[in-house]
């Protein structure tokens, strides 16, 4: 993926002008509350950029936020909008690809990035950094867009996944909870098809 590419959609867009945007993410946020985790418990928000996600983790109460994003415009947004965390979030400007984790986090959200990673060699690594950045027993939620949703977003092309897909994928370290397809709206009434599924690391 490309850093400059990213760093000019959010510098000529605002949050209600990209085709991601939710005010509130209620699917993210009921499948996290599925799963209790105490408070302090380490989450990172993959691709999240400068969406609404860790707004309302903050306000559950959740005080250990890791936001990843290769656009360091996305995450200074973000910093710029939530102002003083008390150190409860963390930013890292980083390629999904190339990110080294010291932390073992007990969950891993995507609902941005995976459907970027286009040849096999980029959705190895992703599978290596998922599993390795992942505590044993830990949570994996990815979304990515459906065999029914676009073929491209912000102009680049995308790799659509059916649930039996990612199942397959993710089968080696990782058993699959649930998966169900969802439908996005956009700020501008368009509909995308997503496809979720929860996992959780052996």
Sequence with gaps: ???????????????????????????????????????????????GGDSRLVDHLLNEGYSDITVLDISDVSLQKLKTRLGDTLNKVKYV?????????????DLWHDRAAFHFLTNQDQINQYLEIVNSSLRSGGHLILSTFSKNGPEKCSGLPIHQYSD???????????????CFEDNHTTPWGATQSFVYCVFQKR
């Design 1 to 47: 993926m490309n850093q400059n590419f990213w760093d000019k959609v959010y510098t000529v867009k605002t949050e209600k002008e990209v085709s991601w945007f939710q005010e509130r993410p209620t699917k993210s946020l009921s499948l996290i509350a599925e799963f209790s985790l105490p408070k302090n418990a380490a989450i990172i928000d993959v691709g």
């Design 93 to 105: 400007t980083s390629d999904v690809v190339a990110f080294r984790s010291q932390t073992q986090f």
């Design 164 to 178: 039996t897909e990612l199942k397959s994928l993710f089968a080696k370290d990782f058993k699959n909870t649930k």
